[in-house]
């Protein structure tokens, strides 16, 4: 007799191995043979004794003892069970039995077409006892008096027709997706990169919602990784650190300069090998240091030329709440620019921090077509009146990094030299946003920061130039950095908003007396020079910032 149970791909040329009634079975032999004194027919329950050349031992509490050969257990005993599958579904003895016959790697028999021998049989076999003695021994309010009961009531089945199938040409099995993959080919950094924020998204195998919250549920941080890995778009991922069940997100980078910072509930991992720009990771901050000397400053204004007043605004533009929260809160930061310029004259220099499109920002104060920019990294940008200036170099540089205790990545200045159209006089404007933590001067210190902003504009700047440099430093004027910098370049303007930490310095025009002093240095009085004065400084508000914007007026 060939073995044929559920899976008709097994190999028939295996006979049935071992002896059933004292003799070797045959395909011609009907399946009969004792147990416990009763004879058995093709009706009873496949119940029976082997003898040892494949499965001897006992049947001891759901645990076989005995020897099975290197054959895959395979196949299936529900059709054996069907008529009773109602009363054995609701025995706790069957359900772990069938549990543990779950766990056998079947698919291995399916995929690879392996000969599903005697120990299927033998399973079988044993199986059947067990769930007997559970359902006739086992149900609540009888008493267990034999591990094997004498008699047993038959289980009415169809007689099946056995068929001999023929060995075919193993299938290759399909690429799982959920397999773990571990490998080096992974870089964590401290930001979030989503629709609008330098990212896309990219729905991965058994993604939940739709959106940027399109995630995967109950993964971990691998699995999620491996998920990435099987879809060809995905870059990075997001993986949340305290949520239960845990949440997966697939992200494809659009620009991951614009990526925002991100706090300790979220991990996020690029691919290496896909991810063309990775944000930077974090340093030791030897990088940045710089010894700041006496001497270096830029308090000194060379400019000449017709008389000049220019109009500078500097605002963080809060942009993750602001337009990412709240979608802009219907222009209302370009409304208020375009307020201020209404009152008085056009701005002809605009400096932004957390700034991720600054074409946005200019369309909503409807002066898109008057401007012209220049977009650092790390949401940066700056805008000239195109009108007036003509722009005749740019770049950008960075020059602090965060803390580690506050780290979002590396900070920088961006700049351009402009020419005025009508009298030819030439400005190096440039913007920066300052390292946290606040006042600390990044991992570099203030007066590294001190140095290598100012040692941006004199590397690039023309000796006959109008410096002009805004920003949110994240120092106010109690710190380290902005009294250093007090000491190297005017001071045109502070804003109040956090103790005051957004400024606009000019080395021409300025306070006349220093009002930071750094122990050890000498206090000096900083001239205005070329006949250089501040003309008008206002706090312009919020518009929806957590900060104001600062616009200051300047007489050249």
Not at 371 to 386: D, M, N, Q, W
């Amino acid at each position: 007799m060939y073995v044929r149970g559920a899976h008709a791909e097994a190999d028939a040329d295996l006979p049935l191995a071992g002896t059933f009634a004292g003799r070797r079975l045959t395909e011609a032999d009907p399946m009969v043979g004792t147990f416990g004194g009763t004879m058995m027919t093709e009706a009873d329950p496949m119940l029976g004794t082997f003898d040892g050349s494949v499965m001897a031992g006992t049947f001891d509490e759901s645990v076989m003892a005995g020897t099975f050969d290197e054959s895959v257990m395979a196949g299936s005993f529900e059709s054996v069970m069907s008529d009773k599958a109602d009363e054995y579904a609701s025995n706790q003895s069957f359900r772990n039995t069938r549990a543990v016959l779950a766990r056998s790697p079947t698919s291995t028999c399916d995929r690879q077409k392996l000969a599903c021998r005697a120990g299927v049989a033998a399973m079988i076999l044993v199986t059947c006892v067990g769930l007997m003695v559970a359902l006739h021994g086992n149900s609540p309010g009888s008493q267990q008096t034999s591990l094997v009961p004498t008699s047993l009531r038959p289980v009415k089945r169809k007689a099946q027709v056995v068929t001999v199938v023929q060995p075919v040409e193993p299938v290759v099995p399909a690429v799982d997706t959920t397999t773990i993959v571990q490998d080096d080919d992974w870089t964590e950094r401290a930001v979030n990169c989503y629709p609008g924020s330098g990212g896309e998204v990219v729905l991965l195998d058994g993604t939940d919602g739709s959106g940027p919250d399109a995630h995967v549920p109950g993964l971990s941080l691998e699995e999620c990784k491996s998920l990435c890995n099987a879809q060809e778009k995905c870059e990075a991922v997001v993986f949340t650190t305290n949520a239960f069940p845990s949440r997966c997100y697939g992200r494809a980078i659009v620009d991951a300069d614009k990526c925002v910072p991100f706090g300790q509930d979220y991990i996020m991992e690029f691919k290496t090998s896909r991810t063309k720009h990775i944000p930077d990771g974090m340093s030791d901050g030897s990088w940045c240091q710089a010894s700041l000397p006496d001497d270096f400053n830029l308090n000194t204004c060379n400019s000449v030329g017709a008389p000049l007043e220019v109009k500078i605004l500097t605002y963080n533009l809060y942009w993750w709440n602001l337009f990412g929260v709240h979608h802009g809160a219907h222009g209302s930061a370009g409304q208020l620019i375009a307020s201020a310029a209404e009152k008085s004259k056009a701005f002809d220099l605009m400096g932004f921090q957390e700034c991720q499109d600054i074409s946005r920002v200019l369309t909503d104060a409807g002066m898109r077509d008057e401007f012209g920019t220049v977009v650092g990294p790390h949401s940066i940008a700056l805008a000239y009146r195109k009108a007036s200036w003509t722009a005749l170099e740019h770049g950008v540089e960075d020059v602090a990094e965060d803390r580690k205790d506050q780290w979002y990545g590396r900070r920088s200045v961006v700049w351009v030299r402009l020419q005025h159209a009508s009298t030819g006089r030439t400005i190096f404007f440039m913007n920066h946003h300052g390292p946290l933590p606040v006042n600390s001067g990044g991992v570099c210190g203030g007066a590294a920061t001190v140095y290598n902003v100012l040692k941006v504009a004199k590397d690039n700047m023309d000796s006959g130039d109008v410096v002009i440099l805004t920003g949110d430093f994240n120092s106010d004027s109690h710190s380290l950095e902005i009294q250093l910098m007090r000491q190297r370049i005017h001071e045109v303007a502070t804003g109040t908003v956090f103790n005051g930490i957004d400024h606009v310095f000019s080395n021409c025009a300025g306070l006349a007396l220093q009002r930071g002093m750094v122990p050890g240095l000498e206090t000096r009085e900083l001239a205005g020079g070329a006949g250089a004065t501040v003309v008008e400084t206002r706090d312009l508000g919020s518009g929806g910032s957590d900060h104001h914007a600062i616009e200051a007026v300047v007489s050249l």
